[in-house]
C-alpha cells in the first residue's frame, strides 16, 4: 500500500518537502510545488492501481484450491 504519512506543506508556500512512505520504505522528494507534488502523487496512485488490477486478473486465472 502506499501513503503519504508526513509533508511539510502550508497553503503560503510555493515548494515543499515531501517524505513519501509506502511498504518498500521512505522516499525524501526534492522540494517542488504543489502542483508537481499532486502529479507525481497521482502518477504513483496510478500505478498502484494498475498493479493491483494485474495482480487480481491473474489471481482470477488460478484453478480453485
Known sequence: PLRLVGSE????DSM?????????GE??????SKTDIAARL???ISAALQYEKQV???RAKLPPN
Open 27 to 32: 522516499e525524501k522528494w526534492e522540494k517542488m
Open 9 to 12: 506543506m502550508c497553503i503560503r
Open 56 to 58: 487480481s486478473a491473474e
Open 16 to 24: 515543499n518537502t515531501v517524505h513519501f512512505v509506502s511498504g518498500d
Open 42 to 44: 497521482t502518477a504513483r
